[in-house]
């Protein structure tokens, strides 16, 4: 099976420059792009420019073909089921069917306060995503949707005319918990990681193939659970937040050294961000369109 390499865009250039990088990433042949989905980021893009993650990939449908685009990802910080349903089936409409929706349960940052609410407790945060997307699930397949939650409701909502996709656009669901990986087992299509925390400043590389190993063994075993094949559900692997988050982008041998571990591992799509200088993602702009068109000939 051949690795399929994406990549994710923060949504940092005006439009003027943004779509060229959009264009370009479709030139160089990467399966997706995605852009995060926040109100702000961490430094150093907390004070600089940002901008909203549909409208930006509604423009990008525009000046795309081939692509897939997606969110990488939403969540329920400061998103509704129902406003989010109606803008993701505009978003597949425009795209002519193109889009998956990347979606997790949120973290702790700017966005999860941004609307003047009380930060969530973990368990709070788990049930509003396991909420949020059971509801999301009905209001993308079906064309009208009653519900009444604890924390989201829907009153005779009209979703009509759906997906282009059917019977919705594919969810990725990016969870690594036990509540996460039933819930991506239940309703998603794909699955997200993006390695294990805990490693990321004092772990190493061995540490986190091992523990991603685990979790696609766990994703499997919820997939069981769930009365699913592990091989209907696809495995990626979000970039830049491993042990060894720089040296795949040293040279195109490094990142196919990095690259087939990790498929070894299960994960059949790699996401890399698009170089950004003065951030951790500050790559070597000529490495990372040679890793784009040389790497997955080497790993097919």
Not at 228 to 234: I, K, N, S, T, V
Request: negative net charge; glycine residues 10%; charged residues 20%.
């Amino acid at each position: 099976m051949s690795l399929r390499l994406s990549t994710v865009i923060l949504p940092v250039y005006r439009w003027s420059e943004g779509r060229e990088v959009w264009r370009r990433a479709e030139a160089l042949g990467f399966g997706a792009a995605y852009t995060y989905d926040h109100l702000s980021w961490r430094v150093p893009f907390r004070d600089g420019t940002w901008f909203g993650a549909v409208p930006t990939l509604t423009a990008a449908a525009g000046v795309t073909e081939r692509m897939r685009l997606g969110t990488m990802v939403t969540s329920p910080n400061f998103r509704h089921p129902v406003t989010l349903a109606k803008d993701l089936i505009t978003l597949d409409d425009v795209s002519g069917g193109r889009v998956t929706l990347g979606i997790g349960a949120g973290g702790t940052g700017f966005d999860a306060v941004a609307l003047g609410q009380e930060p969530w407790s973990p368990r709070e945060r788990a049930d509003r995503f396991a909420e949020f997307v059971a509801l999301l699930d009905r209001l993308l397949t079906e064309p009208a949707v009653s519900s009444q939650g604890t924390h989201y409701s829907a009153v005779e909502a009209r979703t009509i005319p759906g997906c282009v996709q059917t019977p919705r656009l594919p969810f990725a669901v990016a969870a690594t918990g036990p509540r996460g990986m039933r819930l991506a087992a239940r309703h998603g299509q794909a699955w997200v990681t993006t390695g294990d925390p805990a490693l990321y400043d004092e772990g190493t590389p061995e540490q986190s193939l091992a523990a991603i190993r685990g979790q696609v063994e766990r994703l499997e075993a919820a997939l069981g659970e769930a009365g699913r094949e592990a091989a209907g559900m696809h495995r990626v692997l979000l970039t830049g937040f491993t042990p060894d988050r720089a040296t795949p982008f040293a040279s195109v041998d490094a990142f196919v050294d990095f690259a087939g571990r990790h498929a070894e591992a299960g994960i059949e799509e790699i996401v890399l961000h698009w170089p950004i200088p003065n951030s951790d993602f500050a790559y070597d702009p000529d490495v990372f369109e040679r890793i784009a068109t040389e790497a997955p000939a080497q790993l097919a």
